[in-house]
């Protein structure tokens, strides 16, 4: 079971980023009922899948990239280190942005929703990246 969870994780990045990608579309539409569904599916599923990545790094502890070749691990460090770093950042960002929108605080949740929604959509993009690069390039 816990060799599945790098996969697992994987689709959950993939399904959060897109559901980000609908929510925006969503708002850009002014259509708020189905936005704030679309935006609590995303958080729940962000919280699924930081809740399996602790089992699985609990389980493992950290993965290392074994590929040969100066370039592709350069590449595959600097993903990591910005996707690390703005991973940090995204749980506390989701709760505030969240917290104001549910609470009707709407000038507040669009100015954090600025900055919350391309660090979120691009930790969940990365982590699908750095998935792929870890475990399926030959």
């Not at 592709?72 to 929108?101: D, E, K, N, Q």
């Amino acid at each position: 079971m816990i060799s599945l969870l790098p996969s697992i994780n994987a689709t959950l990045n993939a399904f959060s980023a897109v559901l980000l990608v609908w929510g925006y579309l969503l708002i850009r539409r002014k259509q708020i009922e189905r936005h704030r569904r679309v935006m609590k599916t995303a958080f729940a599923t962000s919280c699924l899948f930081l809740v399996s990545y602790l089992v699985y790094h609990s389980q493992v502890g950290s993965v290392p990239f074994h590929h040969e070749g100066t370039t592709l691990r350069t590449v595959y460090l600097s993903i990591l280190l910005t996707h690390t770093v703005l991973a940090a950042t995204v749980p506390v960002l989701a709760v505030v942005t969240l917290r104001r929108g549910l609470s009707a605080r709407y000038d507040k949740h669009r100015q954090i929703a600025r900055w919350t929604l391309p660090i979120w959509l691009y930790v969940s993009v990365t982590g699908v990246v750095v998935y792929v690069m870890l475990y399926h390039v030959a």
